[in-house]
């Protein structure tokens, strides 16, 4: 449970990150920003060791948490664009 939690509280870290750092407004509430905090996790951490020829195993790594933060700003992109 307390996995979870810490899981979703990263998320929404990174969400609410995400949406102050995107030019223009982004409206959406607490548990979008989580949603958003987690996709944005998974495309900032997939995407870098698909194409890294050292595929790290640390669990956690300041440019993997920046790398989250741009990946849901592409969500949010991608997003507005539909």
Known sequence: MREVLRICFVGLVIGILAR????GAVDMGWIASILLGLGGSVV?????????KDRSREPYEPA????????????I??????
């Open 20 to 23: 102050f750092f995107y030019p």
């Open 44 to 52: 900032g951490g997939v995407v870098p060791r698909l194409i890294s």
């Open 64 to 75: 993997g948490f920046v790398g989250s933060v741009l990946g849901a700003m592409g969500l």
């Open 77 to 82: 992109f991608i997003g507005n664009l539909f």
